[in-house]
Structures are given as C-alpha cells and as structure tokens.
C-alpha cells in the first residue's frame, strides 16, 4: 500500500450513550495528530428521567444522529470525503444495539466511498485520548482506565500490546458514582455531581473499609462500598440535611479513589512502568487526578492525564487509535467487521 505521510482519519464512536465523530490528520514521520472537526451529541438528558442509559433509546437516538454529525464533521474539517484515508469505528466493547449503529455507518460509508476500514477497541480508544497533546511517551505503560462501564488495569510494553493485570469483581467505578448519587437524588449522571457535592463535605465523617484491601491482586470490587453505603444512609435520621449528604459523598469518594489510587500504585511498584496514564470517565474526577499524580510521581514515574473533555467517551481518540492501526495495515473488510459486546482489549 502507498502510504502518505499525512493521514487523514475519520473517527466514530457510538458504544454507549454519547454519538461521537472526528477527523484527525495524523503526521506518521513526527508521530503527531492534530484535531481537524470533533462533533459530540451527548444523550445524557434523554435517559436523565431513568437515571442510567436505556439501551432502546440510545441506539434510536445514535441512528437519528450519526450521519447528520458524519457530515458536519466533514464540513468543520474543511476537506472532502475523498480526502480521508480510512473510517475507524468502535466495534466493542459497549452496548450492540448501540455499536451496530456506528459499525453500520462506518461499513456502508467503507464500502461507498471505497474507504479502508479499522475497527478500534473502545478502551484503547481511551487510551489514545492521551495522545493528542502527546505523542512522545514512554514505554511501558500502565493504564488506569475508569468509566461507567469498565474499571481495569492494563499494563503495555507498546501500543496493540495489552496485558490485563487487574479489573473490577462486580461494579465499574463510574456506575458505583452513578449508583451512590441516584440514592443521595442527585441529578444524572452522577459522577460529576457527586463529586461537586463532595467538595462540600467531610471525607473523614463516615469510615467505609477499602475494598479487597487484603488482596495482593490488582482487582478492584465496588458494590459492598456501595452497600455499606446504603446502609450508612438508611440509618441516618431523615430527612437527611445537605452537609449529611456532602459528607456521605465526600466519605464514599474517597474510599473509592483511595482504592484506585493504592491499587495502581501497587501495580505500579511491581510492573515498573516507564509512565502510567489514565482515561475514562472517572479520569476527570479531579481528586482521583490529584491523588494518582502525586503517589505515581513519588515512585518517580512519570504520570499523564488527558483533558478532561476526553476522559468521556470520544471520537477523536477513536480516530488517532484508527491512524496508527491503518499505517500498520490492520485493516478490516466492510463484510467483516463485527460488533462484539465484550470485546477484551488484551486481544487487539
Ligand atoms: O468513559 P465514559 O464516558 O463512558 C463509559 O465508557 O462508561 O464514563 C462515564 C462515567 C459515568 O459513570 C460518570 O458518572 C463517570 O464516568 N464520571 C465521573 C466524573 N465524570 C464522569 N465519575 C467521578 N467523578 C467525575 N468527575
Ligand atoms: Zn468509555
């Protein structure tokens, strides 16, 4: 295959409740990316009312919005569709009504426009939010990834290379912020909300033991944190006043970011990584990225986080993931490309 050093990519990343497409050009000889277009319509006030992603409505509303937000991103970028090099798309892991949605784009437009198709990892594409300010990091890496759906630790000696070292028992760390602040009634989603209610409370108020503290293993385990938490809150007088529930949040953040932070910390002494990075939606909860930095930079690693606007879900790590794929011809046909609910990032 001629390869051009510029390449131009379009994203699209529909796993769960966000439709989100960008184009990137990615320069392979000086290893940068740059940001041509970034579209993102965000469902968070269509499934608000049911206080989680409600699987039916966020494929209908992927289907209505991915072409018309295909297209503004092509006109943002100011280039033609002839002008991209290749369509990468999320094919797993997320949700299928919700993947189909965007695979089905990305293989209709694969095969219309004769595009080469590549087929990211949504994890990885969180891993890749890191890249955009910077490309030169150093191998390996352990990543922290932690959002609604996932709370896992990878170890990395390059990228496509992914060993799974740790992940969650039972809930995500994303869902149990989600899950905490629908019982304090707060609005959805609940991580940024929590976290705000947060600031105002007592973290030392209520004491909920860290979660397989015992364990030398990297598995992180949330639903009893989140049922000790229950029951702190059933037992409180009611109604329940606004410190109490600052306190109970600020209480139950820092158990869970306490049990983050050791057990990267842990797997950072024992994996000796060159640098640990962090993604996901949880990745912009600002205590957990001030408690990871300064225990990662007292080991003297080297610590990165990406902007906050990309720890949630992205198009554009989705497309810079796509860039590097496609200069090392992993390729797939429109005919093949699957989704796959529960795809493991350790076998990209
Ligand atoms: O990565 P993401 O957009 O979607 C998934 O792949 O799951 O992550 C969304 C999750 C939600 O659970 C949300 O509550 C959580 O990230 N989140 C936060 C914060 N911002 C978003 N959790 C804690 N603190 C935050 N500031
Ligand atoms: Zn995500």
Redesign the pocket.
Known sequence: MVMNNNIIVLGIET????TAVAIIKYHKKNNRFMVLSHILASQIKLHAKYGGVFPELASRAHEQKIIPIINRAILKAKIDHKALDAIAVTYGP?LVGSLLIGTTAASTLSYIWGKPLVAVN?LEG?IYSNLIKDTKIKFPLLIL??????TELIFAKKFGEYQMIGQTLDD????A??KI?KLLDLA?????????LAQKGDSNKYKFSLPLNQNNNFNFSFSGLKTAVLYQFKSLKKPISEQTKADLAASF?KTLIDSLVKKTSLATLKYKPSTVLI??????????RVDLEENIRKLKIIFKKPD?SL???NGIGIACAGAVKFTENKIISWKDLSVDSNAKISRV
Do not use: M, R, W
């Open positions: 796993s769960c409740d966000e997320g949504h969180h990834i932690a959002s609604g759906g996932h995500a760390a994303g869902e912020f989600d602040a959805y989603p609940g991580g940024p909300a929590l976290s705000q953040q993604g996901g939606g949880v990745a912009s909860n600002e205590k957990l906050i720890c949630t879900d």
